[in-house]
């Protein structure tokens, strides 16, 4: 299963995140500031990025020095506890996204 996961097209969980946040009235520049504060991405690079999440987070510019911060659950797995490296780093990125769509303030967000 983890690898299926690895070879999902950024581009398409892009596409996901975008629609989410919209409907839940937050807006791509938001998006884009809580997926760049975790990988470094600029906005520019994140709408143009084309390979995987193996990619996506292998070629990341710089992963934030506060990632430990990032605690809860997603999918029914506490983040924190994710052993798999890559995947840890994937169910990060969906948590922020959850919390991005769940309307709490992007200070709290990026761990600020």
Sequence with gaps: MSERVFTYP????WKL???KV???GRTVAELE??????????????HTFEGDLRVFFTG????????????GVVCGI?????????????????????????GRKLAGILRA
């Design 10 to 13: 950024f581009a398409d969980i």
């Design 17 to 19: 995140y975008v629609a």
């Design 22 to 24: 919209e409907r839940k």
């Design 33 to 46: 500031q809580v997926v760049g504060w975790l990988t470094g991405y600029s906005p520019a690079q994140l």
């Design 60 to 71: 990341a510019p710089a992963l934030n020095s506060n990632v430990g911060l990032i605690r």
């Design 78 to 102: 506490r983040v924190e506890d994710i052993e798999d490296p890559l995947m840890q780093q994937i169910r990060w990125m969906d948590k922020l996204v959850d919390e991005l769509a769940r």
